[in-house]
């Protein structure tokens, strides 16, 4: 092994090619002869070969990295935005770095600034409510910046959205469908936009039928919030259909029927949010709103790679996901009947 980092000229002196027939392995595996690329590869792993990506990327005017922020990876929602990512990203030989700001704003632009001195080809990001600053600023830089689920639309970048105040009108009249008259719709906070635009939706399939929709707000959106607020709200049997701002409410607000000697869905249906994968795991399995985050992601992947390769043509756009329910036992009190799979 040479004692200094070893070059594509010492790979390919020692496979005895040429170092173009090395660069073809590396960038373009399927000009090479599955024979010469066996050869290749083998004085790769002896001499420890490892490409020189930053090096790269200046010659070609970008990386192949991209860089993926999140919000909150203890929600499925943002892992299946990862996996959807990591697939898309990989079809155009792409690698992907992938952030967790855990919800801290602080984190969100630190990460953003790390992705920008790393000189990624560009970066996705599930931003939290706010300024988006940090964003406008690298996308100064010539980093393109592609928002995901982003609070509100931002005409100066692309947005892949879910329509959260249709899932909330889906969850709402799902339950009106399956009988429910009695309604409430237990959240977090509700300065948080997404659980405002599904609060307006709930709210508007309610006026459609003339019901009363009752709303619950909740410190967060665990399984413990749920449990207690159920205690409050189901203490005097005066709901009969819940819609939940996520899963694990709708699965503590399960719990705390059970306490009182309520059946879901035969007294208490309800329908949770996101598709958690506990949702299906739940000892009552819990109807969802899915917002399709791996089609979010893969979306979002190719705007990206449109602004990538034809910038000078490139218009930012807002494209909006329509969300779907998926029902299960916790709102099937007529699972033969009127039930709608949206």
């Keep these: 092994m040479t004692e200094q980092n070893p070059t594509v000229s010492d790979v390919a002196a020692r496979a005895g090619v ?3 027939t090395v660069s073809n392995v590396l960038n373009n595996p399927q000009r090479v002869r599955a024979e010469t690329r066996r050869r290749v590869e083998q004085a790769i792993d002896e001499l420890g070969f490892v490409r020189n990506s930053a090096a790269r990327g200046l010659r070609l005017g970008r990386t192949d990295t991209v860089g993926l922020v999140l919000a909150d990876l203890t929600n499925s929602f943002f892992v299946d935005i990862a996996r959807g990512a990591q697939i898309a990203a990989a079809r155009s030989r792409l690698k992907l770095l992938i952030a967790n700001s855990d919800t801290d704003r602080d984190d969100q632009d ?4 790390l992705f920008d001195r790393e000189q990624v080809a560009g970066i996705l990001l599930t931003p939290l409510d ?3 600053d940090m964003a406008r600023s690298l996308q100064q830089h010539g980093r393109p910046v592609i928002l995901l689920n982003a609070p509100r639309r931002e005409p100066e970048l692309c947005c892949v959205m879910v329509d959260e105040a249709l899932g909330g009108y889906i969850a709402t009249r799902h339950l009106l469908d399956q009988g429910a008259r009695r309604l409430a719709y237990v959240a977090g906070l509700l300065e ?3 659980i405002g635009r599904r609060l307006s939706g709930a709210r508007r399939a309610a006026a459609e039928v003339g019901v ?5 707000q909740t410190p967060d959106l665990q399984l413990g919030s749920g449990r207690q607020a159920g205690r409050s709200l189901l203490a005097f049997g005066t709901v009969d259909g819940i819609v939940c701002a996520s899963d694990p409410l709708a699965i503590g607000l399960i719990d ?3 306490e009182l000697g309520l059946a879901v869905p035969e007294d208490l249906m309800i329908v949770g949010y996101d598709d958690n994968h506990l949702a299906a795991e739940s000892a009552v399995p819990v109807s969802s709103i899915s917002q399709r985050g791996g089609h ?3 979306t979002a992947v ?4 449109e602004e990538l390769d034809h910038p000078a043509k490139h218009a930012h756009r807002v494209i909006e996901i329509p969300p779907h329910l998926v029902a299960r036992r916790s709102s099937l009190r007529h699972p033969s009947g009127t039930a709608r799979i949206v």
């Design 192 to 194: 948080y936009s997404a």
């Design 302 to 305: 190719g705007l990206l790679l």
């Design 18 to 20: 040429a170092p173009s």
């Design 212 to 216: 009363p929709l009752e709303v619950v």
């Design 110 to 113: 630190d990460y953003l600034r």
């Design 256 to 258: 705390a029927a059970g």
């Design 296 to 298: 979010l992601a893969e």
């Design 130 to 132: 706010g300024s988006i």
